[in-house]
């Protein structure tokens, strides 16, 4: 199993010179292994040169965290959706009011969109995430609610005793302290919880999230502060802030490592567009 990653940036894609290295593509990643199926974690606007490039013979599967426009707004320009022969399914949280089909068919259909969604000529499924685990191509797949604003889930992928953990938006530290909980108590954590690799929301430095407080997201600090209480192996910083430039980013890192001293293992790095993590 291997995770690649199309796209890293949160809330709204930011191209330009001054995010370069780790890309303005917003939440796309892609597992990787000798199947017949494609899987896809978000669709953010990464997801438009993934599809592209995917063999128009494979059967994908999207999985959605929640339909907050960066997380879903590549969909419309994806591949295998205007391919007659293709074959998608788009996973995602339940709700009480609409169906996961009719939520996406919003940002299909006028104004919005000049194609309505029962216009694509590929075969598309949508389904509700369903309790407790299922597996997909041999990889074993957890998705539990976290706390961000709207119906969200995170992911947890296992194949071959490796793991890995997705949870692009998060704010497990709203109103409490994490160092004070027990880990059932803890947002994701179950999620988390001795993951090789975590992927995970750090939007903002601890000054930023003062004046942020209940937007969804995560400090730097409360990620490492997660992974430290979740026992990962290495943590991935995702979801970067459309006004952190490349220069911000690597500053970011070099207080996650600083936090991260003594813990062990590899120190955190920042997810960027092209990186590859091998679990294999």
């Not at 998705?143 to 005793?161: C, F, K, M, Q």
């Not at 937007?215 to 995702?238: E, I, T």
Request: proline share 7%; glycine share 12%.
């Amino acid at each position: 199993m291997i995770a690649r990653v199309w796209g890293c940036r949160g809330s709204l894609p930011t191209p330009g010179e001054a995010t370069v290295r780790y890309g303005g593509n917003t939440s796309c990643v892609e597992i990787r292994r000798a199947g017949r199926i494609s899987l896809i974690l978000d669709a953010g606007t990464g997801i438009k040169r993934l599809g592209d490039e995917l063999d128009p013979g494979l059967e994908v599967h999207v999985l959605l965290t929640h339909l907050h426009l960066d997380h879903v707004e590549g969909l419309r320009f994806f591949a295998p959706l205007w391919r007659e022969e293709g074959l998608v399914h788009i996973w995602g949280p339940s709700s009480p009011v609409h169906s996961l089909e009719e939520r996406i068919a919003r940002s299909f259909s006028p104004p919005l969109f000049p194609v309505d969604l029962g216009d694509i000529p590929a075969e598309v499924r949508f389904h509700d995430v369903p309790d407790g685990t299922w597996e997909l191509d041999g990889i074993r797949i957890l998705a539990n609610p976290v706390s961000h604003p709207g119906s969200t889930v995170a992911y947890r992928l296992e194949h071959d005793g490796r793991s890995l953990a997705f949870i692009p938006d998060h704010e497990p530290v709203l109103g409490i302290d994490l160092a004070e909980l027990e880990p059932d108590w803890v947002s994701g954590h179950e999620v988390a919880a001795g993951v090789d690799v975590l992927i995970h929301d750090s939007q903002y430095s601890e000054a930023e999230y003062a004046d942020r407080v209940g937007w969804g997201h995560s400090s730097v600090g409360h990620a490492v502060g997660f992974a430290q209480k979740a026992r990962v192996g290495r943590l991935v910083l995702f979801h970067h802030d459309p006004d952190r430039s490349d220069a911000g980013v690597d500053r970011l890192v070099q207080h996650a490592g600083e936090l991260w001293n003594g813990n062990g293992g590899p120190l955190p790095v920042a997810a960027c567009e092209g990186m590859t993590i091998d679990l294999t």
